[in-house]
Nanobody, 121 residues
Framework: QGQLVESGGGLVQAGGSLRLSCAAS????????MAWFRQTPGKEREFVAR????????VYGDAVQGRFAISGNNAMNTVYLQMNSLKPEDTAVYYC??????????????WGQGTQVTVSS
């Protein structure tokens, strides 16, 4: 079994910053990539960023490129998402995931419970 636990969400004003954390345990540690997705009611889950566990290479979605940064600790058992210059349209539930990589949710087998990020205008 594996588990992912997110933390760090909250309410922030537009232009502000937040950092999300995702603590991984169990079988999640063996997966090729870890990623962040986000979702708002009535919309599909959107790819935000991913990091490859062994190489540390990162990939970002177009909507967050240049504003968000994904990173991991040395053991890659905790992954972070630094979110800067936040906009109201960044408001969503953010999910951490572990899996094979790519931007499609079905590529990921483990998911966290989600953490709410709300950006006020």
């Amino acid at each position: 079994q594996g588990q992912l636990v997110e933390s760090g969400g909250g309410l922030v004003q537009a232009g502000g910053s937040l950092r999300l954390s995702c603590a991984a345990s169990g079988r999640t540690l063996s997966w090729y990539a870890m990623a962040w997705f986000r979702q708002t009611p009535g919309k599909e889950r959107e790819f935000v960023a991913r990091i490859f566990r062994t190489s540390g290479r990162t990939v970002y979605g177009d909507a967050v490129q240049g504003r968000f940064a994904i990173s991991g600790n040395n053991a890659m058992n905790t992954v972070y998402l630094q979110m800067n210059s936040l906009k109201p349209e960044d408001t969503a539930v953010y999910y951490c995931a572990a899996g094979r990589g790519g931007a499609a949710p079905p590529n990921y087998d483990y998911w966290g419970q989600g953490t709410q990020v709300t950006v006020s205008s």
